[in-house]
């Protein structure tokens, strides 16, 4: 293993579980606060994953600008978790069996 590998490695696990936490405490923060506005405001909060608890905090103003911020860089984190995995993830495959084919060679 490299260091190239350690670094893929935990940038793309640590923005991974920092954006799935951030998240999962902006739904806990957004989903039960909609529906104390009715069911009218609870039901697009709860069938739209993302769009639905961004809404409802981007439109409560600065009483949920926290939780709207959360959403939004636990979103963007998830991404880049994402591009990093879909990215760099297959080069760093490569690498590894083209080392375990050469190693088997070897034997």
């Known amino acids: 293993m490299d260091w190239g590998f350690m670094a893929f490695a935990v940038a793309s696990t640590l923005s991974l ?59 963007a984190l998830v991404a880049v978790a994402t591009g990093l995995i879909l990215g760099l993830g297959p080069h760093f495959a490569e690498k590894l069996v083209a080392e375990a084919v050469e190693a088997a060679k070897n034997r």
């Not at 009218?40 to 409802?56: A, E």
């Open 17 to 75: 579980a920092t954006g799935g936490l951030l998240l999962l405490v902006g739904y806990i923060g957004t989903v039960p606060a909609a529906f104390s506005f009715g069911l009218k405001t609870g039901l697009p909060v709860l069938l739209l994953p993302v769009i639905g608890p961004v809404w409802f905090a981007l439109s409560r103003g600065a009483d949920f600008r926290r939780q709207a911020i959360q959403l939004i860089v636990g979103v």
